[in-house]
């Protein structure tokens, strides 16, 4: 379809498409024109429209149904994401005869200040030859890690991926994945070149830690469908649209995207659960004030985690209290 024009809103001009190229594409051009309608405030939608033709277009997607395209399409639309390698938000890829929106490192850093859970959040790669040493006392999960001045990040030198965060209410986590960890990922969802494991490697295994952690955190819908969406990625499975602009069901609820059982991502998610319990009660343990033992139950009470791990917690802060208040403190 070379020379279809699409007059954007907000008096923002025409914009002309380039040729569709793929079947993906030629079908979201019939549909191009609703895209803007599911932008977050503040994503241009010039740039949204040009960056996400560009991604339909690539020649890796010719092979994906139609649809799965312009669900993909949609759904990197809703989260408020520019595809595509130049600002890495967020990729298109194929996988079988779909196409899936897989999420980027810097979108999830997006996503993720997005909400106001967060304070900061810190990533990066230990390479071989650096300093690094992880250890538990009663803060709970330390980190050092010494940095030269220059570093050359190669996917030969990365020895581990982890991230840090501090939340506003006082809490903290420390999320560590090992290079084997690292490597299985690769060798699953890196079999193409095109892929961002291959393309964007360091990015992927600093994303890989972001985002388990945030599995922990309260969350804004968007961070919390972008998760969802790659768990869905991860487990092979097709992704739902967002919008019900492909087969004009209503959008889907978070608790309705129908995963199912996967043994190991249970086992991988209730490891994850134990490591921040265990830190937990280190924290509270050490806590010396009924308002720090309040901010760490309430992170932990917003954050995504059991019921029964909520509840654990909320026992831990109770007995502390109590102890605090023998000690007159």
């Excluded at 030198?157 to 990922?185: F, M, N, T």
């Excluded at 969802?189 to 952690?213: D, F, Q, V």
């Excluded at 919390?224 to 492909?246: H, N, R, Y």
């Amino acid at each position: 379809m070379p020379g279809t024009e699409l007059i954007l809103p907000d008096d923002d001009g025409r914009l002309e498409l380039p040729e569709a190229r793929t079947g993906g594409a030629r079908e979201l051009w019939t549909r191009v024109s609703r895209l803007p309608t599911w932008l977050p405030d503040g994503v241009g939608t010039r740039q949204f429209i040009m960056a996400i033709a560009a991604e339909a277009n690539k020649p890796e997607l010719k092979d994906c149904t139609p649809l799965s395209v312009v669900t993909a399409a949609f759904n990197c639309a809703v989260l408020g994401l520019i595809p595509g390698q130049q600002l890495g938000h967020a990729h298109l890829v194929p996988f079988k005869s779909q196409c899936q929106l897989i999420v980027g490192y810097k979108g999830y850093l997006d996503l993720a200040y997005g909400c106001d859970f967060l304070l900061d959040v810190q990533c990066d790669v230990v390479l071989k030859g650096e300093k690094y040493r992880r250890w538990n006392d009663a803060g709970g999960a330390q980190i050092e890690h010494e940095l030269p001045i220059e570093r050359d990040e190669t996917w030969n030198d990365v020895e581990a991926a982890y991230c840090i965060w501090h939340s506003r209410a006082g809490g903290r986590g420390v999320q560590v994945i090992p290079k084997k960890a690292l490597a299985a990922l690769k060798t699953k969802y890196g079999r193409k070149p095109s892929s961002p494991w291959n393309t964007e490697t360091i990015a992927m295994c600093l994303k890989t830690p972001l985002r388990r952690a945030a599995k922990s955190w309260k969350t804004t819908r968007q961070l919390g469908q972008a998760v969802t969406l790659d768990d869905l990625a991860d487990a092979g499975k097709s992704q739902p649209s967002l919008t019900g602009e492909v087969d004009a069901t209503p959008p889907p609820s978070l608790d309705s995207f129908g995963i199912e059982p996967d043994p190991e991502a249970d086992a991988e998610r209730e490891a994850n659960e134990a490591q921040y319990l265990d830190e937990c009660k280190q924290q509270i343990d050490r806590a010396e004030t009924e308002v720090n033992l309040k901010a760490l139950n309430d992170d932990a009470q917003a954050g995504n985690l059991s019921n029964k791990a909520k509840t654990q917690i909320a026992v831990w802060c109770k007995a502390r209290a109590a102890e605090l208040k023998k000690e007159g403190k």
